[in-house]
């Protein structure tokens, strides 16, 4: 048996592998473990990446909810729930007088419309037009300024004033006139003579938009403005008297007391007049002056500056304040600066019956919401303190001239504006005298043009004596009087006189009928001064 080297006492040798010769086969053995590195790492990576980017998106949708949220709160609309009674405007506009209508609109009412503003944007809140300015009252009004009548026309400053504007304009639209005609004793006849009248005035209206009292028959129209032509027509009752301003006046004062303006009638069925007070409107405004006068004389102009301040406060056409205001201004300047009073040329000393135009006039700017100066009104006190006679009645100027009914009219009605209140025993005094020569008895159309106004502010039996005549059956009353004078057109060869009334003193048939018609639109034409007196207003007594 042979034994090995082990066996015969020797060790094993380990030789080691030599480490030097490292290509071949130990790179095949280390691939694969980078292989698979490489694809954990890689794996890795894209995890992360997944895990950053989304969250970054996330992120971004979130932020773009969030947003989308913050645009849809922006577009959402308001509450605007009005919780105030006093400011709700589904409300109908509350006047001094009631009102059966539902919206409120200087000049003729259409009852057929929808309710809101003509012309209004079709998405427009639908709300009651304002009040016709000068109807004033209320809560939320301007300040009372220095002068009377520059404040505005929802009342005094802190709310509650009362009507600012007394006897103002707000009975002379839709159906308050109707309203004012019942209650003041109007009717149906009174209302057509009116109609009657003021298609006269319209068919004998020059091209240019005057009147005249000399030629108005050389005015003839077969139809009104803008439209017809003109003839010489057959009416009588010319005057030699030139005085266009105020034959414009005259003829434009009627239209205006009865709510007709230079903006176009509401309903389709009414005779549209605006082009003929339109047209009227702008002849006088071209005949204005820089410094504000018309022109022809004081008497002309109070009248026209009437007309114009009644024309601006019905309509707040801003093309009219300014003729308005600086005709008032003129006014103003014009007032005798010792006496008081106006004549027929600025500052001479006064006599009573250009003195009541005058004031008059100051008193339509008041109630257009227009500058009025607080002195111009006192003074004028002065010289009525001047002219009074010792029985309580008017004198035409001062001294030691007798009173008379016309001027007695004109002083009461001053006095009225002036503040005088129904108690006064002066004031009631005039009144019987007036009662003393009732209407048509004087053959004077001026002074039933007065003493109307006066009794109609006085209201209660003095009125309806007045109106309705004695026995209140209305025979010997101003309203079927002037009925039955209104020319019927049944004269041979005078059909055009029809609506008209037979001429009176120096102002022909212009002046004849604007006066007829002015005394039978009393009823609406000034809202009663004294229906305001509960609300402190005028003053009682003085």
């Known amino acids: 048996m042979s034994t090995s080297p082990a066996e015969n006492g020797r060790r094993k040798v380990v030789v080691a592998p030599n480490m030097e010769d490292r290509s071949g086969i130990n790179w095949l053995r280390a691939l694969p473990v980078w292989v698979t590195s490489a694809v954990v790492h890689i794996v890795m ?81 639908p709300q009651t037009v304002p009040a016709p300015p000068g109807s004033g009252g209320g809560t939320g009004g301007a300040p009372v300024m220095a002068d009377a009548g520059t404040g505005a026309m929802a009342g005094t400053l802190g709310g509650m004033g009362g009507l600012a504007n007394i006897g103002a304009f707000g009975g002379r639209s839709g159906s308050t006139r109707v309203k004012m005609v019942q209650e003041g004793g109007g009717n149906a006849l009174s209302e057509a003579a009116v109609a009657r009248g003021l298609e006269w005035f319209a068919l004998h209206q020059a091209p240019d938009g005057h009147w005249s009292l000399h030629e108005f028959h050389r005015y003839g129209r077969e139809r009104p403005l803008p439209g017809g032509k003109t003839f010489v027509c057959n ?48 002849w006088l405004v071209g005949k204005q002056g820089k410094d504000g006068y018309y022109g022809g004389d004081m008497y002309a102009h109070g009248l026209a500056t009437i007309a114009m301040c009644e024309a601006y406060g019905m309509t707040s056409d801003p093309r009219l304040k300014l003729s308005a205001q600086q005709a008032v201004n003129y006014v103003a300047r014009a007032q005798d600066p010792a006496g008081g ?40 006190e002065k010289f009525l303190d001047s002219v009074r006679s010792p029985k309580d009645g008017y004198k035409y100027l001062p001294g030691n001239e007798t009173e008379s009914a016309t001027m007695t009219a004109v002083g009461l009605l001053c006095r009225m504006y002036l503040g005088d209140g129904p108690r006064n ?37 003095a009125w309806r004596f007045w109106n309705l005549g004695p026995d209140g059956s209305g025979r010997g009353g101003l309203r079927d009087t002037l009925i039955a004078r209104q020319d019927s057109g049944a004269t041979p060869r005078r059909d055009h006189q029809n609506g008209s009334w037979a001429p009176e003193a120096e102002g022909g048939r212009v002046m004849a009928t604007s006066l007829s018609l002015l005394c039978l639109e009393v009823y609406y034409r000034h809202l009663p001064l004294y229906r305001t007196r509960d609300l402190g207003v005028l003053k009682e007594n003085k």
């Open 425 to 461: 025993p002066a004031l009631i005094a005039g009144v019987q005298k007036l009662k003393g020569t009732p209407p048509g008895r004087g053959g004077n159309l001026y002074y039933d043009y007065y003493a109307t106004q006066v009794l109609h502010h006085m209201q209660g039996d």
């Open 45 to 125: 990576l894209i995890l992360f990446s997944l895990i950053t980017f989304g969250s970054a998106s996330a992120e971004s949708d979130r932020t773009k909810v969030v947003q989308t949220t913050e645009v849809e709160e922006a577009q959402k609309e308001a509450d605007l729930t009005n919780t105030d009674i006093g400011l709700d405007d589904t409300q109908q506009t509350n006047f001094n007088v009631d009102r059966i209508e539902e919206v409120s609109v200087p000049g003729p009412v259409d009852p057929t419309a929808a309710v809101g503003i003509v012309n209004a944007p079709p998405d427009a809140a």
């Open 341 to 380: 009073g106006w004549r027929y040329a600025p500052r001479q000393a006064g006599d009573t019956s250009v003195t009541g135009w005058q004031l008059m006039a100051l008193k339509s700017g008041q109630m257009a919401g227009l500058a009025v100066p607080r002195s111009a009104l006192k003074r004028t």
């Open 235 to 282: 009416c009588g009752g010319a005057t030699p008297r030139r005085n266009d301003v105020a034959a414009t006046a005259f003829g434009l004062l009627p239209f205006l007391a009865g709510g007709i303006t230079h903006k176009p009638a509401a309903k389709a069925s009414q005779k549209d007049y605006s082009k003929t007070v339109g047209q009227a409107l702008n």
